[in-house]
Nanobody, 124 residues
Framework: QVQLVESGGGLVQAGGSLRLSCAAS????????MGWFRQAPGKEREFVAT????????LYGGSVEGRFTISRSNAKNTVYLQMNNVKPEDTAVYYC?????????????????WGQGTQVTVSS
């Protein structure tokens, strides 16, 4: 089975930066697109970003584009989310997800594997 473990969440002030990491198990990581989603209390899960298996293509949700950057190290079986200029509305539990495809977009159904999530809280 694929296991995903997020880390790096915490409390950060608005305008600050935070980097989330997601460590993935398995030898197939390099063939899987990876994504980040988030869910705030009382809200539906929201697409944040995705990255192709090679790392050559990325896609971002409109609320984070220009502020967040997704990247990956296939050698380390790790995907990252660099969060810059964070805003209070970025407060949520952030989930790492793995697709079974080389490329996936914003539909959560494209990601059969999910981590447990890491809390990000942005103070004003």
């Amino acid at each position: 089975q694929v296991q995903l473990v997020e880390s790096g969440g915490g409390l950060v002030q608005a305008g600050g930066s935070l980097r989330l990491s997601c460590a993935a198990s398995g030898r197939t990581f390099s063939t899987n697109a990876m994504g980040w989603f988030r869910q705030a209390p009382g809200k539906e899960r929201e697409f944040v970003a995705t990255i192709s298996a090679s790392g050559g293509s990325t896609l971002y949700g409109g609320s984070v584009e220009g502020r967040f950057t997704i990247s990956r190290s296939n050698a380390k079986n790790t995907v990252y989310l660099q969060m810059n200029n964070v805003k209070p509305e970025d407060t949520a539990v952030y989930y790492c997800a793995a697709s079974s495809r080389f490329w996936a977009r914003r539909d959560d159904d494209d990601y059969p594997y999910w981590g447990q999530g890491t809390q990000v809280t942005v103070s004003s």
